[in-house]
Protein backbone atom coordinates (compact mmCIF):
# COMPACT_ATOMS: atom_id res chain seq x y z
CA UNK A 1 0.00 0.00 0.00
CA UNK A 2 1.12 3.55 -0.95
CA UNK A 3 -0.46 6.52 1.79
CA UNK A 4 0.51 10.06 2.05
CA UNK A 5 1.46 11.50 5.15
CA UNK A 6 0.38 14.66 6.52
CA UNK A 7 2.32 17.64 6.89
CA UNK A 8 1.47 19.04 10.31
CA UNK A 9 -0.63 22.76 9.60
CA UNK A 10 -0.49 22.38 6.51
CA UNK A 11 -3.56 24.39 4.39
CA UNK A 12 -3.96 26.51 7.34
CA UNK A 13 -4.71 30.30 6.28
CA UNK A 14 -2.24 32.34 5.96
CA UNK A 15 0.28 29.78 6.12
CA UNK A 16 2.76 30.44 3.87
CA UNK A 17 5.48 32.47 4.06
CA UNK A 18 8.83 32.55 1.13
CA UNK A 19 10.63 30.15 2.98
CA UNK A 20 8.00 27.68 4.04
CA UNK A 21 7.17 28.25 7.29
CA UNK A 22 3.99 29.67 8.82
CA UNK A 23 3.52 32.93 9.43
CA UNK A 24 1.70 32.09 12.82
CA UNK A 25 4.92 30.82 13.60
CA UNK A 26 6.97 32.59 13.14
CA UNK A 27 5.79 36.14 14.08
CA UNK A 28 3.01 34.72 17.02
CA UNK A 29 3.67 31.28 18.48
CA UNK A 30 0.66 30.03 19.57
CA UNK A 31 0.93 30.03 23.61
CA UNK A 32 -0.14 26.93 24.14
CA UNK A 33 2.50 24.59 22.77
CA UNK A 34 6.24 24.00 23.35
CA UNK A 35 8.46 25.91 20.75
CA UNK A 36 12.15 25.22 19.37
CA UNK A 37 14.19 28.02 18.07
CA UNK A 38 16.01 28.40 15.19
CA UNK A 39 17.92 31.50 14.52
CA UNK A 40 15.99 35.07 15.35
CA UNK A 41 12.45 33.19 16.04
CA UNK A 42 10.49 30.85 17.48
CA UNK A 43 8.42 27.85 15.96
CA UNK A 44 6.18 24.73 17.05
CA UNK A 45 7.30 21.61 17.75
CA UNK A 46 5.40 19.94 15.66
CA UNK A 47 5.01 22.40 12.37
CA UNK A 48 4.78 20.54 9.06
CA UNK A 49 5.53 17.05 11.06
CA UNK A 50 4.53 13.63 10.09
CA UNK A 51 1.96 11.96 12.73
CA UNK A 52 3.37 10.01 15.67
CA UNK A 53 2.35 7.06 17.72
CA UNK A 54 -0.23 8.10 20.54
CA UNK A 55 0.05 4.18 21.68
CA UNK A 56 4.10 4.16 22.37
CA UNK A 57 5.11 7.13 24.17
CA UNK A 58 8.21 7.31 26.39
CA UNK A 59 10.85 10.39 26.50
CA UNK A 60 11.09 10.64 22.63
CA UNK A 61 8.03 10.54 20.22
CA UNK A 62 7.43 7.77 18.50
CA UNK A 63 7.13 6.24 14.76
CA UNK A 64 3.30 4.62 14.00
CA UNK A 65 4.73 1.32 13.72
CA UNK A 66 0.84 0.22 13.38
CA UNK A 67 0.58 1.87 10.25
CA UNK A 68 4.08 1.60 8.44
CA UNK A 69 3.74 -1.93 8.17
CA UNK A 70 1.08 -1.73 5.79
CA UNK A 71 3.15 0.97 3.90
CA UNK A 72 5.39 -0.49 1.11
CA UNK A 73 6.03 3.44 0.42
CA UNK A 74 4.84 6.73 1.91
CA UNK A 75 4.28 10.06 0.43
CA UNK A 76 5.48 12.93 2.20
CA UNK A 77 5.74 16.52 1.24
CA UNK A 78 9.34 17.44 0.44
CA UNK A 79 9.98 20.10 3.05
CA UNK A 80 8.54 18.24 6.00
CA UNK A 81 10.77 15.27 5.01
CA UNK A 82 13.95 17.40 4.78
CA UNK A 83 12.77 19.66 8.47
CA UNK A 84 12.24 16.03 9.96
CA UNK A 85 15.73 13.84 8.67
CA UNK A 86 18.34 16.98 8.64
CA UNK A 87 17.38 18.78 11.86
CA UNK A 88 14.43 17.44 13.51
CA UNK A 89 13.72 18.46 17.43
CA UNK A 90 15.22 16.18 20.07
CA UNK A 91 11.89 14.84 20.95
CA UNK A 92 10.97 13.74 17.68
CA UNK A 93 14.89 11.58 17.20
CA UNK A 94 13.17 8.47 16.96
CA UNK A 95 10.94 9.46 14.40
CA UNK A 96 13.76 10.91 12.73
CA UNK A 97 15.71 7.67 12.36
CA UNK A 98 13.15 5.36 11.22
CA UNK A 99 12.33 8.24 8.02
CA UNK A 100 15.83 8.22 7.20
CA UNK A 101 16.18 4.47 7.01
CA UNK A 102 12.99 4.42 5.09
CA UNK A 103 14.06 7.01 2.60
CA UNK A 104 17.10 5.33 2.28
CA UNK A 105 15.70 1.69 1.01
CA UNK A 106 13.46 4.00 -1.33
CA UNK A 107 10.30 3.94 0.77
CA UNK A 108 9.51 7.61 0.81
CA UNK A 109 8.26 9.42 -2.21
CA UNK A 110 8.59 13.09 -1.79
CA UNK A 111 6.52 15.48 -3.38
CA UNK A 112 6.08 19.76 -2.91
CA UNK A 113 2.39 19.85 -1.10
CA UNK A 114 2.18 23.56 -1.92
CA UNK A 115 1.83 23.67 -5.49
CA UNK A 116 -1.37 21.42 -4.90
CA UNK A 117 -3.13 23.80 -2.59
CA UNK A 118 -2.70 26.66 -4.12
CA UNK A 119 -3.81 25.16 -7.61
CA UNK A 120 -6.84 24.31 -5.76
CA UNK A 121 -7.07 27.42 -3.70
CA UNK A 122 -10.72 27.94 -4.92
CA UNK A 123 -12.19 24.47 -3.79
CA UNK A 124 -10.81 24.84 -0.51
CA UNK A 125 -12.58 28.34 0.10
CA UNK A 126 -15.73 26.79 -1.21
CA UNK A 127 -15.28 23.54 1.19
CA UNK A 128 -14.41 25.79 4.34
CA UNK A 129 -17.53 28.45 3.33
CA UNK A 130 -19.59 25.02 3.48
CA UNK A 131 -18.55 23.57 6.51
CA UNK A 132 -18.91 27.01 8.40
CA UNK A 133 -22.37 27.22 7.95
CA UNK A 134 -23.19 24.21 9.46
CA UNK A 135 -21.27 24.87 12.69
CA UNK A 136 -22.88 22.73 15.28
CA UNK A 137 -22.17 19.25 13.38
CA UNK A 138 -18.35 20.25 14.46
CA UNK A 139 -18.87 20.98 17.83
CA UNK A 140 -18.42 16.86 19.02
CA UNK A 141 -15.39 16.14 16.62
CA UNK A 142 -13.91 19.59 17.78
CA UNK A 143 -13.75 18.06 21.64
CA UNK A 144 -13.28 14.76 20.77
CA UNK A 145 -10.52 16.06 19.40
CA UNK A 146 -9.25 18.26 21.84
CA UNK A 147 -9.94 15.67 24.86
CA UNK A 148 -7.44 13.34 22.26
CA UNK A 149 -4.70 15.71 22.42
CA UNK A 150 -4.96 16.50 26.24
CA UNK A 151 -4.38 13.09 26.96
CA UNK A 152 -1.54 12.09 24.56
CA UNK A 153 0.55 14.84 25.63
CA UNK A 154 -0.51 14.72 29.51
CA UNK A 155 1.08 11.59 29.59
CA UNK A 156 3.80 12.34 26.86
CA UNK A 157 4.57 15.13 29.29
CA UNK A 158 4.40 12.93 32.70
CA UNK A 159 7.03 10.58 31.19
CA UNK A 160 9.08 13.41 30.17
CA UNK A 161 8.87 14.31 33.26
CA UNK A 162 9.77 11.20 35.43
CA UNK A 163 12.71 10.49 33.54
CA UNK A 164 14.39 13.57 34.10
CA UNK A 165 13.28 15.22 37.23
CA UNK A 166 16.22 14.62 38.61
CA UNK A 167 18.13 16.93 36.44
CA UNK A 168 14.91 19.43 36.40
CA UNK A 169 15.11 20.06 32.91
CA UNK A 170 12.37 20.38 31.18
CA UNK A 171 12.61 18.05 28.13
CA UNK A 172 11.71 20.02 25.31
CA UNK A 173 12.12 23.44 25.58
CA UNK A 174 15.08 23.96 27.84
CA UNK A 175 16.42 24.80 31.26
CA UNK A 176 16.00 28.41 30.92
CA UNK A 177 12.47 27.47 30.76
CA UNK A 178 9.90 26.35 33.35
CA UNK A 179 6.96 23.71 32.70
CA UNK A 180 4.08 25.60 30.93
CA UNK A 181 0.72 25.56 32.37
CA UNK A 182 -1.66 23.14 31.72
CA UNK A 183 -2.81 25.69 28.23
CA UNK A 184 -0.51 24.01 26.68
CA UNK A 185 -2.40 20.90 26.40
CA UNK A 186 -4.70 22.40 24.02
CA UNK A 187 -3.98 21.52 20.86
CA UNK A 188 -1.89 23.89 18.81
CA UNK A 189 -4.38 24.54 16.34
CA UNK A 190 -7.08 25.82 18.65
CA UNK A 191 -4.93 28.95 18.57
CA UNK A 192 -4.13 29.25 15.13
CA UNK A 193 -5.58 31.94 14.01
CA UNK A 194 -4.69 33.99 17.05
CA UNK A 195 -1.98 36.69 16.95
CA UNK A 196 -1.51 37.74 20.47
CA UNK A 197 -1.55 35.36 24.14
CA UNK A 198 -3.95 37.01 26.09
CA UNK A 199 -6.61 36.74 22.90
CA UNK A 200 -5.87 33.36 22.81
CA UNK A 201 -6.67 32.95 26.00
CA UNK A 202 -9.95 34.60 25.91
CA UNK A 203 -10.80 32.29 22.96
CA UNK A 204 -9.51 29.16 24.50
CA UNK A 205 -12.34 30.46 27.36
CA UNK A 206 -14.69 31.34 24.70
CA UNK A 207 -14.58 27.94 22.98
CA UNK A 208 -14.26 25.86 26.24
CA UNK A 209 -17.73 27.96 27.19
CA UNK A 210 -19.20 27.30 24.16
CA UNK A 211 -18.48 23.40 24.04
CA UNK A 212 -19.39 23.54 27.40
CA UNK A 213 -23.08 24.69 26.90
CA UNK A 214 -25.97 24.81 24.16
CA UNK A 215 -27.11 27.45 25.76
CA UNK A 216 -24.12 29.88 25.19
CA UNK A 217 -23.35 28.45 21.52
CA UNK A 218 -26.02 30.86 21.00
CA UNK A 219 -24.36 33.41 21.58
CA UNK A 220 -22.77 35.69 18.96
CA UNK A 221 -19.33 36.14 21.18
CA UNK A 222 -19.05 32.57 21.67
CA UNK A 223 -20.56 31.19 17.72
CA UNK A 224 -17.52 33.78 16.55
CA UNK A 225 -14.77 32.28 18.98
CA UNK A 226 -15.99 28.55 18.12
CA UNK A 227 -16.48 29.61 14.03
CA UNK A 228 -12.24 30.90 14.45
CA UNK A 229 -11.14 27.77 15.60
CA UNK A 230 -13.05 25.56 13.45
CA UNK A 231 -11.58 27.68 10.50
CA UNK A 232 -7.72 26.43 11.80
CA UNK A 233 -8.77 23.14 12.20
CA UNK A 234 -11.11 22.62 8.57
CA UNK A 235 -8.99 24.27 6.71
CA UNK A 236 -5.87 21.35 7.59
CA UNK A 237 -8.30 19.21 7.49
CA UNK A 238 -9.85 20.16 3.70
CA UNK A 239 -5.72 20.65 2.26
CA UNK A 240 -5.28 16.94 3.57
CA UNK A 241 -8.63 15.74 2.18
CA UNK A 242 -7.80 17.41 -1.11
CA UNK A 243 -3.85 16.42 -1.55
CA UNK A 244 -5.23 12.66 -0.85
CA UNK A 245 -7.60 13.50 -3.82
CA UNK A 246 -5.31 14.57 -6.08
CA UNK A 247 -2.55 12.32 -5.37
CA UNK A 248 -5.58 9.61 -5.81
CA UNK A 249 -3.68 7.54 -2.76
CA UNK A 250 -5.20 7.48 0.96
CA UNK A 251 -3.63 9.33 3.83
CA UNK A 252 -2.70 9.60 7.87
CA UNK A 253 -3.15 12.06 9.87
CA UNK A 254 -2.46 12.55 13.73
CA UNK A 255 -4.94 10.46 15.51
CA UNK A 256 -6.30 13.54 17.36
CA UNK A 257 -7.69 14.84 14.28
CA UNK A 258 -10.00 11.59 13.30
CA UNK A 259 -13.16 12.81 14.24
CA UNK A 260 -13.44 15.74 11.87
CA UNK A 261 -12.57 13.05 9.21
CA UNK A 262 -15.14 10.82 10.46
CA UNK A 263 -17.88 13.39 10.00
CA UNK A 264 -16.59 14.55 6.32
CA UNK A 265 -16.77 10.80 5.04
CA UNK A 266 -19.97 10.00 7.02
CA UNK A 267 -20.87 13.26 4.81
CA UNK A 268 -20.41 11.42 1.42
CA UNK A 269 -21.71 7.90 2.54
CA UNK A 270 -18.48 6.65 3.77
CA UNK A 271 -19.14 4.99 7.46
CA UNK A 272 -15.32 4.24 8.13
CA UNK A 273 -12.01 4.91 6.70
CA UNK A 274 -10.24 1.96 5.49
CA UNK A 275 -6.75 3.17 6.42
CA UNK A 276 -7.53 4.02 9.69
CA UNK A 277 -9.49 0.48 10.25
CA UNK A 278 -6.45 -1.11 8.85
CA UNK A 279 -4.67 0.47 11.69
CA UNK A 280 -6.76 -0.34 14.04
CA UNK A 281 -6.62 -3.74 13.55
CA UNK A 282 -3.16 -3.71 13.67
CA UNK A 283 -2.86 -1.92 16.73
CA UNK A 284 -5.39 -4.62 18.40
CA UNK A 285 -3.58 -7.75 16.97
CA UNK A 286 -0.25 -6.00 18.74
CA UNK A 287 -2.32 -5.04 21.85
CA UNK A 288 -4.66 -7.56 22.44
CA UNK A 289 -3.18 -10.75 20.56
CA UNK A 290 0.24 -11.17 20.35
CA UNK A 291 1.71 -8.25 22.20
CA UNK A 292 5.20 -9.99 22.21
CA UNK A 293 5.13 -9.55 18.39
CA UNK A 294 4.76 -6.03 18.54
CA UNK A 295 7.15 -3.93 15.73
CA UNK A 296 8.68 -1.28 18.48
CA UNK A 297 11.68 -0.12 16.63
CA UNK A 298 12.98 0.65 13.09
CA UNK A 299 15.55 -2.71 12.51
CA UNK A 300 12.14 -4.41 13.29
CA UNK A 301 9.61 -2.83 11.04
CA UNK A 302 12.64 -2.94 8.14
CA UNK A 303 12.94 -6.73 8.72
CA UNK A 304 9.20 -6.86 8.36
CA UNK A 305 8.79 -5.06 5.77
CA UNK A 306 11.27 -6.53 3.21
CA UNK A 307 10.65 -9.90 4.25
CA UNK A 308 7.83 -12.03 1.72
CA UNK A 309 5.20 -12.54 4.34
CA UNK A 310 4.55 -9.12 5.64
CA UNK A 311 2.02 -10.28 2.54
CA UNK A 312 0.30 -12.69 4.28
CA UNK A 313 0.20 -10.45 7.67
CA UNK A 314 -1.75 -7.58 5.63
CA UNK A 315 -3.88 -9.95 4.04
CA UNK A 316 -4.77 -11.05 7.48
CA UNK A 317 -5.05 -7.44 8.58
CA UNK A 318 -7.42 -6.87 5.98
CA UNK A 319 -9.68 -9.72 6.73
CA UNK A 320 -10.18 -7.93 10.25
CA UNK A 321 -10.94 -4.81 8.51
CA UNK A 322 -13.95 -5.73 6.63
CA UNK A 323 -15.16 -8.15 9.85
CA UNK A 324 -14.21 -11.54 8.69
CA UNK A 325 -11.80 -12.00 12.34
CA UNK A 326 -11.43 -10.42 15.61
CA UNK A 327 -8.08 -9.81 16.94
CA UNK A 328 -8.81 -11.09 20.66
CA UNK A 329 -7.57 -13.60 22.98
CA UNK A 330 -9.40 -16.61 21.32
CA UNK A 331 -7.90 -15.73 18.02
CA UNK A 332 -4.29 -15.87 19.57
CA UNK A 333 -5.38 -19.08 21.45
CA UNK A 334 -6.86 -20.34 18.02
CA UNK A 335 -3.64 -19.29 16.18
CA UNK A 336 -1.48 -21.33 19.08
CA UNK A 337 -3.36 -24.44 18.60
CA UNK A 338 -3.21 -24.60 15.09
CA UNK A 339 0.67 -23.82 15.14
CA UNK A 340 1.48 -26.18 17.65
CA UNK A 341 -0.23 -28.79 15.51
CA UNK A 342 1.58 -28.10 12.81
CA UNK A 343 4.73 -28.37 14.37
CA UNK A 344 4.00 -31.74 15.64
CA UNK A 345 2.38 -32.93 12.51
CA UNK A 346 5.99 -31.30 11.10
CA UNK A 347 7.97 -33.74 13.42
CA UNK A 348 5.88 -36.93 12.76
CA UNK A 349 6.37 -36.25 9.17
CA UNK A 350 10.97 -35.69 9.46
CA UNK A 351 10.42 -38.70 11.39
CA UNK A 352 8.83 -40.58 9.19
CA UNK A 353 10.93 -39.45 6.07
CA UNK A 354 14.08 -40.13 7.96
CA UNK A 355 12.76 -43.95 8.59
CA UNK A 356 12.03 -44.20 4.98
CA UNK A 357 15.45 -42.89 3.70
CA UNK A 358 17.40 -45.05 6.38
CA UNK A 359 18.32 -47.56 3.56
CA UNK A 360 19.82 -44.92 1.59
CA UNK A 361 22.47 -44.51 4.32
CA UNK A 362 23.82 -48.11 3.99
CA UNK A 363 24.66 -47.12 0.08
CA UNK A 364 28.59 -47.19 0.30
CA UNK A 365 30.45 -43.88 -0.14
CA UNK A 366 27.15 -41.92 -0.92
CA UNK A 367 24.80 -43.65 1.56
CA UNK A 368 25.11 -41.04 4.30
CA UNK A 369 25.16 -37.43 2.59
CA UNK A 370 22.42 -38.87 0.02
CA UNK A 371 20.45 -39.90 3.02
CA UNK A 372 20.97 -36.13 4.64
CA UNK A 373 19.91 -34.56 1.47
CA UNK A 374 17.14 -36.22 0.85
CA UNK A 375 15.33 -36.09 4.56
CA UNK A 376 16.48 -32.15 4.12
CA UNK A 377 14.99 -31.36 0.86
CA UNK A 378 11.48 -33.93 1.35
CA UNK A 379 10.85 -32.51 4.63
CA UNK A 380 11.39 -28.46 4.32
CA UNK A 381 9.21 -28.56 1.35
CA UNK A 382 6.41 -30.67 3.35
CA UNK A 383 6.89 -28.45 6.37
CA UNK A 384 6.60 -25.07 4.50
CA UNK A 385 3.16 -26.76 3.27
CA UNK A 386 2.41 -27.53 6.69
CA UNK A 387 3.51 -23.85 7.90
CA UNK A 388 2.15 -21.82 5.18
CA UNK A 389 -1.26 -21.06 6.53
CA UNK A 390 0.38 -19.03 9.77
CA UNK A 391 3.94 -17.28 7.49
CA UNK A 392 2.98 -14.00 9.40
CA UNK A 393 3.01 -15.30 12.55
CA UNK A 394 6.32 -17.24 11.63
CA UNK A 395 7.58 -13.79 10.39
CA UNK A 396 6.66 -12.01 13.68
CA UNK A 397 8.25 -14.20 15.81
CA UNK A 398 11.47 -14.73 14.01
CA UNK A 399 11.82 -10.96 13.76
CA UNK A 400 10.99 -11.00 17.92
CA UNK A 401 13.61 -13.82 18.10
CA UNK A 402 16.18 -11.90 16.83
CA UNK A 403 15.06 -9.13 18.16
CA UNK A 404 15.57 -10.54 21.89
CA UNK A 405 18.69 -12.53 20.93
CA UNK A 406 20.05 -8.70 20.22
CA UNK A 407 20.69 -9.87 16.15
CA UNK A 408 17.17 -7.70 15.11
Given at each position: M???????G????????????????????????????????????????????F???????????????????????????????????SP????????Q????????????????L??????????????????????????V???????????????????????????????????????????????????????????????????????????R???????????????????????????????H?????????????????????????S?????????????????????????????????E????????????V?F???????????????????????????????????I?????????????????????????????????????????????
Amino acid sequence: MKLMLTSFGIGQPDSSTSDGYSRLHLDHPPPDTHRVTHGSYQESLFHRMPPVSFSLINEWFMPDYELLVLCDQVVMDGSSFERLVNRPASPYSKVADTFQALGAEGRVELVDFAPILQSNSQLLSKMLDHDLKLLDQWVEPLRVSLNTWATFMRNFRQLMFEDRKQSHVHPLEGDEHTPRSHMMLMHEMFHAANTAEVQGEYVSFMVAEALGSSEKRKRREHREALREVLRAYLSYVNANLVLSSELEIGFHDWLDFTPFYSTKFLSVGKLTDPVQESRKQVEELFTLSFPDFAVHDTSALLKALNDKRIEELRRLVADAASGKVDFDLEFARSVLTEVFQGERRARRVRNIIGYLTLPIGFIPWIGTPAQKFIDEAVGSTIEKRIKREHRWFYMLSDIAGRHDNGTC
